[in-house]
């Protein structure tokens, strides 16, 4: 995902993964510990990480995964590390 803002330059968050919702807190707690604050337009522009609710498409036509949070990486070992904690 290329996360881009009138606000900040480009962030290339290319690397991503699925995790279950009810493990949200606990995953952004780790992912806080180990790579610092996640990426926001304002207040980190320049973060390794973000998370977001994969939960529907622009409709709500597919709810396929209604119960998902992606999470975004900047590079591939940060997706890895997090893939070793997070199997």
């Given at each position: 995902?290329?996360?881009?803002?009138?606000?900040?330059?480009?962030?290339?968050?290319?690397?991503?993964?699925?995790?279950?919702?009810?493990?949200?807190?606990?995953?952004s707690?780790?992912?806080?510990?180990?790579?610092?604050?996640?990426?926001?337009?304002l207040?980190?522009?320049?973060?390794?990480?973000?998370?977001?609710?994969?939960?529907?498409?622009?409709?709500?036509?597919?709810?396929?995964?209604?119960?998902?949070?992606?999470?975004?990486?900047?590079?591939?070992?940060?997706l890895?590390?997090?893939?070793?904690?997070?199997?």
């Amino acid at each position: 995902m290329k996360i881009s803002s009138h606000f900040s330059p480009e962030r290339n968050l290319e690397h991503e993964t699925f995790i279950d919702m009810p493990v949200r807190v606990p995953v952004s707690r780790w992912l806080e510990k180990q790579f610092g604050q996640p990426w926001h337009p304002l207040d980190n522009p320049e973060g390794r990480w973000t998370m977001a609710w994969a939960g529907r498409n622009g409709n709500f036509t597919d709810l396929t995964n209604f119960d998902k949070y992606q999470v975004y990486f900047a590079d591939q070992q940060d997706l890895c590390t997090f893939k070793l904690a997070f199997p």
